[in-house]
């Protein structure tokens, strides 16, 4: 088992345990708008794209509605533009020589 991430800690089972407790079936998923399910589908309380605080629940397992996989998808969105801002050549004429 692999170390876990700080946002993921205890702090954040707290909150999400919280969450839980006042959410409601069909409740929207916070990146497409599409209804939730849970516990028939699995849900993650998802974090703000700042990382300070949660903007609510979104889709964990494909959504019924686009098939998306909210939580992931933004997360592999926000990971790809962390890694292109990190890895663009200063200069764009100076970038990778095929």
Same mark, same amino acid.
């Given at each position: =088992? ?6 993921y800690g =205890?702090?954040?089972k ?8 006042? +959410? ?9 708008g599409?209804?939730? +399910?849970y ?9 703000r794209?700042?990382?300070?605080? +949660? ?7 494909? %959504?019924?509605? %686009? ?27 100076k970038?990778?020589?095929?």
């Amino acid at each position: =088992m692999g170390k876990q991430r700080p946002q993921y800690g =205890m702090l954040h089972k707290a909150v999400r345990k919280e969450w839980l407790a006042r +959410y409601r079936p069909g409740q929207l998923c916070v990146r497409c708008g599409h209804p939730t +399910y849970y516990p028939q589908d699995q849900i993650d309380l998802d974090h703000r794209d700042d990382g300070q605080g +949660y903007l609510g629940f979104s889709h964990h397992s494909p %959504c019924r509605t %686009c098939g998306q996989r909210c939580n992931q998808a933004a997360g592999g969105q926000k990971g790809q533009r962390n890694w292109q801002a990190r890895n663009a050549p200063s200069d764009p004429s100076k970038g990778r020589k095929w």
